[in-house]
């Protein structure tokens, strides 16, 4: 991993959206803007930079840019979208710039199965990923409390999707090795290894947690495996993320749970650590050098959602000389009815970052990156 000069700049920029259909730019919300500026929240002047603070074009060119967003599926209002995977071209515009956009695709693969003894049971057909993929998602995960939702066969048709799909999955396998074994992939000339774990404590991680002899999730719920495969991944790779699973749903700051696996997993080499399963947006920041996100949200979501459970984003992460050098959130809302997430565009977009990252106040991170 690379240094990084520490001098920090923070600033937030109007996210400017041109919406097709009206020309306007006083609405607040566009669910298929032309053009999106996003709004940067923190940059930190990389070693390559000019006297300036402008990365040169040598410094950019070795960025990575890396964009999370939080839980899909493909229930209810989102189940047309599978038909009509080119509807999708708003995600995609939120998602296909980065090099690199990650979500948790929160459902089985599978059209068969016993419904497991629990609440809500999600599940979608294998063409699912493909309809991610037209969405511009490169890379999923599926350690979550839904992936099992139709017991083994459900779990069958679901390592099967995976292993014909054309984006990777990750965070479940055909036995632990599998679930937590990362994506790596080679990004302008960076190693970038993603991994992927639940640590929700419900019947899923109980039940279905991937062990060495037989399939299921990558669990979390006792620490010491994914914290050895961050470890194993950080020897290998210039760039390591964690993709969680994570938090109480509906509270909108980490548990002691969370804050203590954030440590153990910096502390492994982790440089960024991301998550959802909250439903809500929870704060983000530095953990000394490591990039912390405790809550992403929904992101294409169903039903009557809170005013709380509609609001997400999209975090984008730029990497340079092995550490995030740019922390940038693009705000949108999900319809209260559900329904695919809508850039917040106007005088409600600085309002909406400005949200975002108040909620920093109650997780212990700094808005500084340290190291």
């Given at each position: 991993m690379g240094s990084a000069r520490t001098l920090i700049t923070a600033f937030a920029l109007l996210a400017a959206?041109?919406?097709?259909?009206?020309?306007?730019?006083?609405?607040?919300?566009?669910?298929?803007?032309?053009?999106?500026?996003?709004?940067?929240?923190?940059?930190?002047?990389?070693?390559?930079?000019?006297?300036?603070?402008?990365?040169?074009?040598?410094?950019?060119?070795?960025?990575?840019?890396?964009?999370?967003?939080?839980?899909?599926?493909?229930?209810?209002?989102?189940?047309?979208?599978?038909?009509?995977?080119?509807?999708?071209?708003?995600?995609?515009?939120?998602?296909?710039?980065?090099?690199?956009?990650?979500?948790?695709l929160e459902t089985a693969i599978t059209t068969r199965g016993v419904p497991e003894p629990k609440k809500y049971h999600f599940r979608a057909p294998a063409t699912a990923l493909d309809a991610l993929r037209q969405a511009g998602v490169?890379?999923?995960?599926?350690?979550?409390?839904?992936?099992?939702?139709?017991?083994?066969?459900?779990?069958?048709?679901?390592?099967?999707?995976?292993?014909?799909?054309?984006?990777?999955?990750?965070?479940?396998?055909?036995?632990?090795?599998?679930?937590?074994?990362?994506?790596?992939?080679?990004?302008?000339?960076?190693?970038?290894?993603?991994?992927?774990?639940?640590?929700?404590?419900?019947?899923?991680?109980?039940?279905w947690a991937a062990s060495p002899s037989t399939p299921g999730v990558a669990s979390a719920r006792e620490p010491r495996r994914l914290i050895d495969a961050v470890e194993k991944a950080n020897e290998r790779a210039d760039i390591v993320v964690v993709f969680l699973h994570w938090g109480t749903e509906r509270v909108g700051c980490p548990t002691a749970e969370q804050r203590t696996l954030a440590q153990a997993l910096a502390?492994?080499?982790?440089?960024?650590?991301?998550?959802?399963?909250?439903?809500?947006?929870?704060?983000?920041?530095?953990?000394?050098?490591?990039?912390?996100?405790?809550?992403?949200?929904?992101?294409?979501?169903?039903?009557?959602?809170?005013?709380?459970?509609?609001?997400?984003?999209?975090?984008?992460?730029?990497?340079s000389d092995g550490a995030v050098s740019e922390v940038s959130w693009l705000p949108a809302r999900i319809p209260l009815g559900g329904g695919l997430p809508q850039v917040v565009t106007g005088s409600a977009a600085g309002s909406a970052v400005q949200d975002w990252k108040a909620l920093r106040s109650c997780t212990g991170l700094s808005g500084r990156r340290s190291g």
């Open positions: 959206s041109t919406v097709a259909a009206c020309g306007s730019t006083g609405s607040q919300t566009a669910s298929t803007p032309n053009s999106v500026t996003t709004l940067a929240v923190t940059r930190i002047e990389p070693g390559g930079g000019t006297t300036d603070g402008t990365p040169t074009a040598t410094a950019r060119d070795k960025t990575v840019t890396m964009a999370f967003a939080g839980d899909v599926h493909f229930e209810e209002e989102i189940e047309p979208y599978l038909d009509d995977p080119a509807g999708l071209a708003p995600v995609a515009r939120m998602l296909s710039a980065a090099d690199l956009a990650v979500v948790n490169d890379l999923v995960s599926m350690a979550n409390n839904h992936a099992v939702d139709f017991g083994a066969d459900g779990l069958a048709d679901t390592l099967a999707a995976k292993a014909g799909s054309q984006i990777p999955v990750i965070g479940i396998g055909r036995d632990a090795d599998e679930a937590f074994a990362p994506h790596t992939s080679t990004i302008k000339g960076r190693t970038v290894a993603v991994l992927a774990a639940t640590h929700v404590p419900d019947w899923t991680a109980a039940t502390r492994a080499g982790a440089d960024i650590i991301v998550g959802a399963h909250a439903h809500v947006l929870l704060g983000a920041g530095w953990l000394d050098r490591t990039f912390v996100d405790y809550g992403l949200g929904n992101f294409m979501w169903y039903g009557a959602n809170s005013q709380r459970e509609a609001t997400t984003g999209v975090l984008t992460l730029s990497v």
